[in-house]
């Protein structure tokens, strides 16, 4: 099966046995903000492209630059992959939209281990887009063979943004979605999850 095969949360919980919870687990007091060049090609896109006119416009004009800028930071220690194929087995296969892993020291051409997988919710279907982005999850989890460690996971339709992590075999949805309006705070919930995967000795004391 390839992860758009998966079109529910629950599926994918009957599947491969996995326990469903919710809570609102994010911060938001990591240091970090959009930069400028950002903000200028952003307002821009805004401004005189329908940014939100197809699949293809909102990945290429808000997801992927979103994830670029915060990706900026982190570039010596992870690495942000676009449409990178992942393979468990027969049943855990495919494309995730966008990928980030630990660095490779092989060099930018070898993926790491996965730490967060990105979703796109097509035609704004979060529900199948959560099907398969638990799927995701869960291809990550057994190849990086560490249940203990969690694995997070985004989707977005650019306009909204929700998350989750999976750890053990247990997924836990954050209940607050982050508007686009919100834009500091969709930059500060990525980061988060980036921080989280930082070795012990480099993550800030306000993070746990």
């Avoid at 998966?6 to 990591?30: G, M, W």
């Avoid at 896109?45 to 800028?69: G, K, W």
């Amino acid at each position: 099966m390839a992860f758009t095969d998966f079109t529910s949360i629950a599926q994918v919980q009957e599947t491969f046995d996995i326990k469903y919870i919710e809570e609102d687990y994010i911060r938001y007091d990591v240091d970090i903000e959009p930069s400028s060049a950002f903000l200028e090609e952003f307002t821009f896109s805004q401004q005189y492209i329908d940014v939100f006119a197809s699949e293809t416009s909102r990945c290429e004009n808000v997801i992927y630059p979103i994830l670029r800028d915060v990706y900026k930071k982190y570039a010596d220690r992870f690495s942000l992959w676009s449409r990178k194929s992942i393979t468990y087995d027969a049943q855990l296969s495919g494309t995730p939209d966008y990928l980030i892993s630990t660095k490779s020291t092989l060099g930018k051409t070898v993926l790491g281990t996965p730490i967060i997988v990105v979703v796109e919710a097509k035609r704004n279907d979060f529900i199948e887009g959560w099907g398969q982005c638990l799927a995701e999850m869960v291809a990550v989890q057994r190849i990086n063979d560490d249940a203990s460690k969690p694995v997070s996971g985004i989707v977005t339709d650019g306009e909204m943004w929700q998350f989750g992590k999976l750890s053990e075999d247990v997924f836990t949805r954050n209940k607050s979605p982050i508007a686009i309006s919100e834009l500091q705070k969709v930059f500060r919930a990525i980061g988060h999850l980036m921080q989280a995967n930082l070795p012990e000795t480099e993550k800030p004391n306000t993070q746990v």
